[in-house]
T-cell receptor, first 114, second 113 residues
């Protein structure tokens, strides 16, 4: 069965430091991959997505993610974190079938310290 | 502006009471979804609907019911059979033009009195 693993439950980084959030997936074919962000008490906002082509994808708010097939990973990065980036981040995989079922990771909570 | 709205933002349920959470979208999306979110557990799928008058159970449908009488609307009823309803509920939709991507509403927090 397909699964998504986000190994880090929470991460703390200093404002201005770089960030990398890890995501590993289990899926037989090339999946559709997503990163969402959720501020407290809010819905999920799409940051970026990967379907095919260039393995480095750019998203909103200065985020990027790199698809590495050999490692079954889709890690999210940002070169310089802002205090407003503090939120929960979800990696997701969509099964490339007719139903397009989405499987979410458990999330990584990002804390930003001044 | 196109989007997904959920109401109310907060909802309180008494023991033995059914409550209904509203989800409306004006994105002309065919598919709609309900998820439950608990701390540390990510999102779990309750029900989904790919077309009007049709819906399927997700992974945790017990104690919940839905209807899809209109394309724009996908209300979720939390019945008295759901013994642990306290959670954050998220509605999402997906359209044909961007069919791999789900877009989410702002959520409803349900609390039991």
């Amino acid at each position: 069965a397909q699964s998504v693993t986000q190994p880090d439950i929470h991460i703390t980084v200093s404002e201005g430091a770089s960030l990398e959030l890890r995501c590993n997936y289990s899926y037989g074919a090339t999946p559709y991959l997503f990163w969402y962000v959720q501020s407290p008490g809010q819905g999920l906002q799409l940051l970026l997505k990967y379907f095919s082509g260039d393995t480095l994808v750019q998203g909103i708010k200065g985020f990027e993610a790199e698809f590495k097939r050999s490692q079954s990973s889709f890690n999210l990065r940002k070169p310089s974190v802002h205090w407003s980036d503090a939120a929960e981040y979800f990696c997701a995989v969509v099964e490339n079938t007719g139903g397009f079922k989405t499987i979410f990771g458990a999330g990584t909570r990002l804390f930003v310290k001044a | 502006d196109g989007g997904i709205t959920q109401s109310p933002k907060y909802l309180f349920r008494k023991e033995g009471q059914n409550v209904t959470l509203s989800c409306e979208q004006n994105l002309n999306h065919d598919a709609m979804y309900w998820y439950r979110q608990d701390p540390g557990q990510g999102l779990r799928l309750i029900y989904y609907s790919q077309i009007v008058n049709d819906f399927q159970k997700g992974d945790i449908a017990e104690g919940y019911s839905v209807s899809r009488e209109k394309k724009e609307s996908f209300p979720l009823t939390v019945t008295s059979a759901q013994k642990n309803p306290t959670a954050f509920y998220l509605c999402a939709s997906r359209g044909l033009a961007d069919q791999e991507t789900q877009y989410f509403g702002p959520g409803t927090r349900l609390l039991v009195l």
